[in-house]
């Protein structure tokens, strides 16, 4: 199995893709790395690793995307940038079996779905972290986080189905789709909302638990939250910042009190593993569900640790068909006469 | 200066109410309290206080509207609720300075919608929470955080004036107005950002900074954030989860270990000032911007503590002028010659 590694994405590439990648490569022997890139500039930094040579290869890209580009623009004008010639490879080549990138997300998302291809039937392939709850070890899956701003009813249906097909892969059993909303009751919501509402109570194969609200995405009550993709990244980053907020703003309260800087001192520990423990963007990255293969996006502030998680995530999705499994809830619809 | 009290709103009504409106009195000298509900029972629970008689008058109302009852329905049908005559009172007299109710947040809307009447000019009146940020001492107004679940461009323009007007009342000088998106870039957003975002930039009076991300409502930056109640909703409720998720966690983590026990027993004061401080229940209540009068909704579960912050704070909007304010505001744009 060949896991295509963006060698030139992200605020600390190439040097911590390469060595997040090696480390992944430790870990796991299940798997060839496939750095797309500056052959040289990778050769060179790869030197200073002792990894299996076997296991390596480099596909090269003299060009790069950068996150100030605007993606259609960039896709279309650098076919030679390593997001256009990772996308090319994982569409052509059978044994090329999932991508990873930190680099610019509109670039990913662009690339994936013009160069790689949407899954047949899938109108919008969504971006898609998973978020840590409050219950240990369980994750939240946020449909979409931004990849579609604008959505209509049939887009949330399929990331109701997508969604439900990528917990599924994952081991979930029976997971439970949440539909975001300003109010629990079936009447809250916004238009679009009361559009998909009694869609998702009538499609097949998912499991719809009704409104949840934007306080109940973390309680680890449901697996999958579906909402458009402006919602959703609102959510996802309001989330993020509050959590930053509150380190902050504890930090400054311990730090005015002599007690509290003794008791600062004896929770360092926990405190940092915590915060390492509620950043998604240690949890791997997003998966961009809905394309042909796994795409999966890794924050572009990602160093070794990040990419290391990205890309065991990629190995393991790889083994999960996931595609196949989206195209199956999308079968079991149109049996049904329900156009999707 | 006249406040209204909805004496039987809120899951702690009246007990708590009438307690918290009491304490309230005790602070501050310069209001008439107007407790509005079943008037033998306000006047037994007010016999377990000390209080300066004089300051207190009773509108009987002997009707009650629940949280379960739809709004309208309930607004139309119940006009001897405490909610329906507290707005007939605030309507018709010019002593009664401002409503303070912790009831259904629907019926609030609408009774003060339809009862009190709207700004003229102003098609849509917002919820609007203030939320304590991570500057100490600075707080951020969402705009609107869920009473238009819809919203077309006018509405957001309006929010930004109205959010102008309400942080130049309570003090904030040139206050920045940022619209919630998906990105900072200006290309970022949904298309009723993309439609509202160049009128913000032209509007009069008001200060628009850009687009802020969820990330960046809590940082302080932006005085007034400006989106649909849906996403404002979304926005503040996976804030208030985030913040209640962490704490949750962090207890579980410092109970993990002795010397995390001991050092969270030196910090339990500290975590105790934390979440009074970040829970925005604490600051009185939301700000029904848009309505002729102040009418401030308390949270449901609101306490005497929470009850008494809101009965302030509704004595200090009584003397902002917030209304003529907004009218002023919206009469730079018709000089402009914009429609408004």
């Known amino acids: 199995m060949k896991i295509l590694i963006d060698a030139f994405g992200g605020d600390h590439s190439p040097e911590e893709v390469i060595a997040g990648t090696v480390s992944a ?22 030197e200073g690793y002792a990894y299996d040579k076997a296991r390596v290869e480099i596909i090269h890209a003299p060009d790069v995307i950068t996150c100030e580009e605007e993606p259609t623009v960039a896709i279309r004008r650098k ?5 256009c010639v990772a996308f090319k490879e994982l569409k052509e080549n059978p044994e090329a079996s999932a991508f990873v990138s930190a680099g610019s997300t509109g670039a990913v998302l662009v690339g994936a779905t013009l160069k790689l291809g949407r899954i047949s039937g ?10 840590p709850t409050a219950i240990d070890g369980k994750n939240v899956i946020m449909m979409d986080s931004g990849a579609n701003a604008d959505c ?22 029976n997971p439970k789709v949440g539909l ?17 509402y009694p869609m998702l109570e009538n499609a097949k194969g998912i499991n719809f638990v009704g409104n949840i609200e ?6 680890g009550d449901v697996d999958i939250v579906v909402t458009d993709g402006f919602s959703g ?58 394309v042909n ?48």
Chains 1, 2 share one sequence.
């Not at 068909?321 to 049996?335: C, G, H, M, T």
């Open 25 to 46: 490569m430790e870990e796991n022997k299940n798997f060839t790395a496939v750095f797309v890139g500056k052959k040289d500039v990778i050769e060179n930094l790869l």
């Open 79 to 83: 076919p030679e940038s390593s997001i």
């Open 122 to 131: 899938i109108s919008r392939p969504a971006l898609c972290p998973l978020m």
């Open 152 to 173: 209509k009813s049939i887009n949330l249906l399929q990331f109701a189905l997508m969604g439900t097909a990528y917990a599924e892969a994952v081991g979930v059993k």
């Open 180 to 196: 975001l909303s300003n109010g629990t009751e079936k009447e809250k919501g916004n238009a679009l909302n009361h559009e998909v």
């Open 214 to 219: 934007g306080r109940d995405i973390l309680a």
């Open 233 to 290: 990244n609102v959510a996802v980053k309001s989330i993020e910042g509050a959590i930053k907020m509150l380190l902050k703003v504890m930090k400054t309260e311990i730090k005015s009190t002599f007690k509290g800087k003794i008791g600062g001192l004896l929770l360092k520990s926990t405190f940092k593993k915590l915060a390492k423990k509620l950043d998604y963007n240690n949890h791997g990255g997003a998966l961009f569900v809905g």
């Open 293 to 340: 293969k796994p795409v999966i996006k890794a924050h572009g502030s990602s160093k070794r640790a990040a990419i290391k998680a990205a890309v065991l995530q990629a190995v393991a999705y790889a083994n999960f068909d996931i595609a196949d499994r989206i195209k199956e809830k999308l079968s079991l619809q149109e049996q049904g006469g329900e156009q999707v």
